[in-house]
């Protein structure tokens, strides 16, 4: 039996609720987008806000703050089966009535953690491969397509550092664009085209790339493992037209 | 800054191995940027390594004639040399668009090392209080400069260092004939001095502390005595960092191998570094003053062997201080196991599930009396030496190993 929900954190807490509720547990829990095969049995599960608070407040009284943060983190995986995967774990962690969160021998807590883990790892590579260009208004335009959905995990940082700039980032995978100017934030999900700003000092960057490198050291395999190839088109130093 | 001159700089700065843009948590106080304590790499060279400061000498003009260095004054290379506005608009200009995280100043000795030292203080100074910078700076300082320019800039920067080149003070006097051992350690120990008097969070002084780098290869120095000269540094004068520079010979030189060093010595040189600071090692316990490194096992492994008194752990009951000497566990996994074994005792196939490696450590451990490993010391030695040769030796490189690589994410290196 496969949950098929809204895809919020909401929804999902609903989920978890109804199962309990029905006591029967899915084998999947997935959003509407994902391929089903024919002989998966689906259940819809409406998101219910009064369910989900039920299912928060109860695992607030379990878990401390910074593992339920954990949880909204590992929801802005890439994955569809991150649904499945935060599903089980808070499953263990309700049927359980005890914080596990460092119960790494068990299979659900491990992946549980894996997925928060390579969140958190994209974001803190963003902080540095996000590259603005200054548009002629002098706003600071940055597009970028990250494997999750790392945008406000990503924004205090750019605000503390450019206090006094105003940016815009923009994730044209997820569709996610956030702005900041004099101090103020906003995030929206809107889907816009990407911009295309030529800026001078691209190319100074790429010149600076290029002479930084030293040839007989050459070792591109380890470049690609700490800075993988699907970045590469909105880096400029990586960009063979500048 | 023009693109030609920025080639020059740049290119004269690139042997200098330090990128870190960690250790300091400086706030943006109204003006233009912070500092993440712990380091951000926003670029990959194709050699693979980090780029998180603009590295760049102020000038290549060079009046020294160092034996290794691309820039020594008999060497014929083109010269060139920027103002600090140029250095100021440059690092500014890279950070607003998010390309680095700082400035890594150097430069060659210019005229002499007061005059040089003064220029680099002079750019600092305009980049915090002209250009309202609050990133990351590091800054090379310049052997012999006038102690009270040096101390100065330690009021701006984040970090400084100097380096100590070469591993004796015969090989320097050799091969840098005009840096002496003495205008070295000297700023070094007064930095000491001073961050050892105010230690308080607050102190402005070189929040991130010194670092030193020396060129490995050049001269005959066994790796018991250049890790016997790190402990000592880090001991003596709490540096965070030694850096090692695998010698490649840029230029031709007649008292210079001809052949680089290669970078498995570098490379093992640096995990008997990390074995140092974090895992509680001596150098004693790994390598003896006129010895080398091992090549064929990395340093951890090599000790673990000559102690069989010690092993195989059990990896329910042994204390952590003990399960980060297991060959193949590091830091993280030490900690994992901790964590786990509080909610039940652990076996092989927890350990699988928990995706720690067990290539090197099986023949060193238990599970609740329980081994997995091969039963013979030959056997044993035998599948070590078969991980290090597998395809590993290609790929080998500065960060390969583990603890390495996350470091290298935080920005440490």
């Known amino acids: 039996m496969i949950f098929i929900i809204d895809g919020s954190a909401d929804g999902l807490f609903t989920a978890l609720f109804n199962s309990y509720l029905l006591k029967q547990f899915p084998t999947a829990v997935s959003c509407g987008d994902v391929q089903l095969s024919i002989d998966d049995e689906c259940v819809d599960v409406l998101t219910n806000k009064d369910k989900a608070d039920r299912v928060f407040k109860k695992l607030q009284k379990i878990l401390p703050n910074s593992e339920i943060e954990r949880i909204f983190i590992a929801l802005k995986h890439g994955d569809p089966a991150k649904f499945t995967i935060v599903f089980e774990y808070l499953k263990l962690i309700v049927d359980e009535n005890k914080n596990l969160s460092q119960k790494y021998s068990d299979k659900r807590v491990l992946r549980f953690d894996n997925l928060v883990h390579q969140v958190l790892i994209e974001a803190h590579r963003f902080k540095g491969f996000i590259r603005f260009s200054k548009a002629p208004n002098g706003i600071y335009y940055a597009k970028y397509e990250p494997d999750n959905d790392i945008t406000s995990l990503i924004l205090p940082h750019f605000k503390e550092r450019y206090k006094n700039m105003p940016f815009i980032l923009h994730d044209i995978k997820h569709d996610v664009l956030a702005g900041h100017a004099s101090g103020k934030t906003k995030i929206v999900c809107k889907k816009i085209k990407a911009l295309e700003i030529e800026d001078e000092f691209s190319s100074l960057f790429k010149a600076y790339y290029n002479a930084s490198f030293i040839k007989e050291r050459k070792n591109e395999k380890l470049m690609r493992g700490f800075m993988p190839k699907r970045y590469h088109k909105n880096l400029p130093e990586k960009d063979e037209l500048i | ?343 039940g005792r652990l076996t092989l196939e927890d350990f699988l599930t928990m995706k720690i490696p067990l290539k090197r450590a099986i023949h060193f451990i238990t599970f609740t009396g329980k081994y997995f490993g091969y039963k013979t010391d030959k056997a044993i030695t035998t599948a070590l030496k078969a991980i290090e040769t597998n395809g590993s030796y290609q790929q080998l490189t500065l960060f390969s190993s583990p603890e390495v690589l996350s470091s290298v994410l935080r920005g440490e290196l």
């Open chain 2, 1 to 343: 800054m023009d693109r030609a001159k920025l080639e020059i700089l740049a290119d004269s700065a690139k042997y200098d191995v330090s990128c870190s843009s960690s250790g300091s948590s400086r706030r943006n106080v109204g003006g233009l940027g912070n500092a993440c304590s712990a380091g951000i790499c926003h670029s990959f060279t194709q050699d693979g390594r980090c780029i998180s400061l603009l590295k760049i000498l102020m000038t290549n003009d060079c009046v020294y004639d160092c034996e290794y260095c691309v820039n020594r004054r008999s060497n014929d290379v083109k010269r060139a040399i920027a103002t600090p506005d140029e250095i100021c608009t440059l690092t500014v200009e890279f950070y607003k668009r998010n390309y680095i995280e700082g400035l890594f100043l150097s430069s060659a000795v210019y005229k002499n090392p007061d005059y040089t030292m003064e220029l680099l203080l002079e750019t600092v100074i305009k980049l915090r209080k002209l250009y309202g910078f609050h990133g990351y700076i590091h800054l090379k300082g310049i052997p012999g400069a006038d102690q009270a320019l040096i101390m100065r800039a330690g009021e701006y920067v984040d970090r400084m260092s100097f380096n100590i080149e070469l591993p004796s003070e015969k090989s320097l006097r050799l091969l840098a004939p005009q840096k002496t051992k003495k205008n070295i350690l000297t700023p070094i120990s007064m930095i000491y001095g001073e961050k050892d008097a105010d230690k308080s969070k607050k102190s402005r002084f070189l929040p991130a502390g010194q670092t030193t780098q020396m060129i490995i290869g050049a001269s005959p120095e066994s790796d018991g005595h250049v890790l016997r000269l790190t402990e000592g540094l880090y001991n003596k004068y709490q540096l965070k960092r030694v850096y090692y520079s695998s010698y490649v010979p840029v230029i031709k030189s007649n008292i210079l191998p001809s052949v680089p060093t290669g970078l498995l010595r570098e490379h093992r040189l640096y995990q008997a570094d990390w074995l140092i600071r974090f895992y509680g090692f001596k150098v004693d316990e790994l390598v003896s003053p006129n010895e080398n490194l091992s090549t064929e096992y990395d340093p951890k492994c090599a000790w673990a062997l000559k102690h069989p008194e010690l092993f195989p752990l059990d990896v329910n009951t042994a204390p952590l201080e003990m399960l980060i000497r297991i060959p193949g566990i590091g830091v993280k996994s030490a900690h994992k196991i901790i964590s786990a074994r509080r909610y």
